[in-house]
């Protein structure tokens, strides 16, 4: 199962949810990675974890003032980056051509989708994992996996009807080792968090717990 930590913009400090992270990936083997803001990636990645952009825009250099490209993001230490997430919509033009500028550059990308309809569309655009996340459940603390299995078992059935390689992973409200269980035993590869790391009074211990079935 791969752990990906969204930060969002919680006011946690980065750098230290990501050395707990480095230090749980590196005494587990499990495979963890840290989403920060754009302007936390060099210090994150420096730390040796897995660091992955919240979102990358579809432009090459130019005149996008604002945009966040993929060469920067890399060339910062991210490795991948999530596109669409629920509190970063994109027009399905500006999916793909983030999907695209990601791939020129060599990183790893997740669309993410509210609903199994949504999915399949993401995974038709070829990103190497999509994410099913229900607006209503971020952030709520009731995991996705206990919360509503059905839409995780159909993301997955989804995914695999359009384009089978491709993984997916679930979020929202995900918080304990169980809720992780729970999303793999539903066909998930992988789960996507963040309140219940970033706003954690002790990340690494909630991360240690995160991955102690997988
Ligand atoms: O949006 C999410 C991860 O990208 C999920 O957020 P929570 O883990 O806070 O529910």
Request: with cysteine; hydrophobic share 45%.
């Amino acid at each position: 199962m791969f752990v990906l930590v969204n930060l969002k913009t919680y006011p946690c400090d980065a750098v230290s949810v990501a050395q707990a992270a480095a230090d749980v990936a590196a005494d587990t083997d499990a495979r963890i990675a840290v989403a920060p803001q754009a302007a936390d990636l060099r210090p994150v990645a420096e730390t040796g974890v897995e660091t992955w952009a919240q979102h990358v825009s579809p432009h090459d250099h130019g005149s996008h003032t604002g945009s966040t490209l993929a060469a920067t993001v890399a060339d910062a230490g991210a490795t991948g980056t999530l596109l669409n997430h629920s509190e970063h919509r994109l027009k399905l033009a500006d999916v793909d051509g983030g999907l695209r500028a990601a791939e020129d550059t060599g990183l790893e990308t997740i669309v993410c989708a509210n609903n199994p309809r949504q999915i399949a569309a993401a995974a038709t655009l070829g990103p190497d994992m999509v994410a099913v996340e229900p607006p209503e459940l971020i952030g709520s603390g009731t995991p996705v996996s206990r919360a509503d299995p059905d839409i995780v078992r159909e993301a997955v059935a989804a995914a695999d009807e359009v384009n089978p390689p491709v993984p997916v992973l679930c979020g929202a409200g995900i918080s304990t080792g169980d809720d992780v269980e729970a999303a793999a035993d539903l066909g998930a590869e992988g789960v996507l968090l963040a309140s219940g790391v970033a706003k954690a009074d002790d990340p690494e211990s909630v991360l240690r717990d995160l991955v102690s079935s997988v």
